[in-house]
């Protein structure tokens, strides 16, 4: 057979930034991961968790675990989540041991296969499992599994010991429709911002905030008809304009325009650096800019324009 005869698949590689991203061939997901968890961050999740457990029961006896402890943790690890996970039989004969290494690639399987629910649900069992044994190092599963959450952009982090949504879908669908704005500029901008956020191999906060706040000035600016207004200096002229915004509204925004150009600003020159920007930070920017956005488009638009 000829190697042009060979139907190529695709799907076999997953390099984030890697050329397919780069040359926009193709996206691993959205912006934020909220009704599904794509293959990719199951196996990033299931390993991860495959090394905490590996870390716990290797230290059981000491480190993690108090030294009086004589009991087999992964045997009762593996009797209750038998019963309490998977609602099977959990009984073994006398002197035998639960195969651990079975147990998780049945973890493995449902982290894999299961809805994202019922991943999220036997994730935090887990968690909750080994947090209630432990005597130090407390909540370091918590943190290791919301770096995994954040590298991958799942919208979801362990809040108190829970897993809880950082975002949700009305917040999704503002941000999408800010990204179709039938204004060039903002809409070019928004997207931007997009990208720094969802750029799971390189994210960009800072510039996040800053093409955020750049699209709702860029929008303000064909409102006011002055290509060279300040965002400051456009909210106060847009009631020339037919859009009385109420002043609490106004006032909010020329706020967050001034946090993002003041002295250490970060649209200043010498602006804060990236790691003082935080993930929430730049999404909450990124959500209120595009909701401003596209309340700006619908009032403009009910003057006929």
């Known amino acids: 057979m000829k190697s042009g005869d060979l139907k190529r698949k695709s799907g076999m590689v997953r390099v984030l930034g890697g050329f ?13 991961q909220v009704d599904d968890i794509d293959d990719g ?4 999740i299931s390993n991860e968790l495959y090394k905490l457990l590996g870390i716990v029961f290797g230290n059981r006896a000491g480190y993690f675990f108090g030294p009086n402890f004589s009991y087999n943790l992964t045997d009762i690890l593996c009797k209750d989540m038998l019963n309490d996970v998977f609602c099977e039989r959990n009984a073994i004969a006398p002197g035998y041991q639960y195969d651990w290494q079975k147990m998780f690639e049945k973890i493995h399987d449902t982290i894999m296969q299961a809805t994202y629910n019922e991943v999220f649900d036997l994730i935090q069992y887990v968690c909750l499992w080994v947090e209630s044994r432990l005597f130090r190092e407390k909540g370091e599963m918590f943190k290791s599994l919301n770096a995994i959450f954040q590298k991958e952009n799942i919208g979801y982090r362990f809040v108190a010991g829970r897993i809880t949504p950082i975002t949700d879908n009305q917040e999704m ?25 969802s750029d799971r191999q390189n994210p ?26 300040t965002l400051g200096d456009a909210l106060k002229q ?10 609490c509204l ?9 946090y993002t150009t003041d ?12 790691s003082n920007v935080t ?13 401003f956005i596209n309340y700006l488009i619908a009032e403009y638009g009910k003057r006929g324009n």
């Open 263 to 274: 002295q250490g600003g970060i649209r200043h020159a010498e602006g804060m650096f990236e």
């Open 279 to 291: 993930f929430e930070e730049a999404k909450f920017m990124l959500v209120s800019c595009s909701a």
């Open 238 to 247: 847009l009631e020339k304009r037919g859009l009385s915004i109420h002043p």
């Open 204 to 229: 960009d906060y800072k510039n996040c905030i800053k093409e955020s706040i750049s699209a709702v000035e860029s929008i303000c600016q064909v409102i006011v008809g002055d290509e060279k207004a």
């Open 173 to 197: 669908l503002s941000i999408e429709e800010a990204c179709r704005s039938p204004i060039e500029g903002g809409r070019k901008q928004i997207q931007k911002a997009v990208a720094f956020l």
């Open 20 to 32: 397919s991203e780069q040359q926009n061939i193709k996206k691993h997901h959205p912006i934020l």
């Open 41 to 44: 961050s199951r196996i990033q």
């Open 250 to 258: 106004k006032t909010a925004f020329s706020k967050l325009y001034g």
